[in-house]
């Protein structure tokens, strides 16, 4: 059974320019959650969806993120206008409940805005 | 202060060793604590989650909460080369899906 999967898995971009993470899960699984973990910090969760829906978008911090989830099936991660403390590793979980406590996360991906 | 406490390390020790990995928590809603490994390039990945006080036992890993003192440690016996990695701590309330991790301990196991 293939894992989470990310793309890309590195992305070094200039300040102002938009950047898109697109984020496959575990097949059936319904739940889907992106995370960002800054250098030095702990991971920190961003948002959650429920198939198409987002569940909670409490971790998002603000509105140049943008967050979507097509047909229930992969995720996209949009940063518009990126900004230098944006700067990190995303990651990617899926679930196939979010009671489960297991999530299963993808190997990342590290975003270096200059 | 923050949520979880995790001392980020590193912690070296040699092949054989026991290795202690600890954790403390301020949010007393806490109710299930899990522990995760990072190698490097790679996702987290879950190795141990615990729901109640006391022990659980998984081959060489030993998961311990003690809630009275809103700490947890991980030990790992007969430690080897390829448990060098990260190990996060991660806990949540029982009303919410979402974990709060900690900083992460970098463990190098030395033959």
């Known amino acids: 059974e293939a894992g989470v999967t990310q793309f890309p898995s590195h992305s070094v971009i200039e300040k102002g320019q938009t950047v898109t993470l697109r984020c496959d899960p575990i097949?059936?699984?319904?739940?889907l959650y992106w995370y960002r973990r800054v250098m030095g910090k702990e991971i920190k969760f961003l948002l959650h969806?429920?198939?198409?829906?987002?569940?909670?978008e409490s971790g998002m911090p603000n509105n140049r993120f943008l967050a979507e989830r097509t047909g229930g099936t992969y995720s996209t991660l949009k940063v518009q206008p990126a900004e230098l403390e944006d700067s990190g590793v995303y990651f990617c979980?899926?679930?196939?409940?979010?009671?489960?406590?297991?999530?299963?996360f993808g190997p990342g991906t590290r975003l270096t805005v200059l | 202060q923050k949520e979880v406490e995790q001392d980020p390390g590193p912690l070296s020790v040699p092949e054989g060793a026991i290795v202690s990995l600890n954790c403390t928590y301020s949010?007393?809603?806490?109710?299930?604590f899990m522990w995760y490994r990072q190698y490097s390039r790679k996702g987290p990945e879950l190795l141990m989650y615990?729901?109640?006080?006391g022990n659980k036992e998984d081959g060489r890993f030993t998961a311990q909460v003690d809630k009275s003192s809103k700490y947890i440690s991980l030990f790992i016996r007969d430690s080897q080369p390829s448990d060098s990695a990260t190990y996060l701590c991660?806990?949540?309330?029982?009303?919410?899906?979402?974990?709060?991790f900690g900083r992460g301990t970098s463990l190098i196991v030395h033959p």
């Open positions: 949010n007393s809603a806490f109710q299930y």
């Open positions: 615990t729901y109640s006080s």
């Open positions: 969806f429920v198939k198409e829906s987002k569940q909670d």
């Open positions: 097949s059936g699984h319904d739940n």
């Open positions: 979980a899926s679930s196939p409940d979010p009671n489960y406590n297991e999530q299963f």
């Open positions: 991660a806990m949540r309330t029982g009303g919410s899906y979402i974990p709060t």
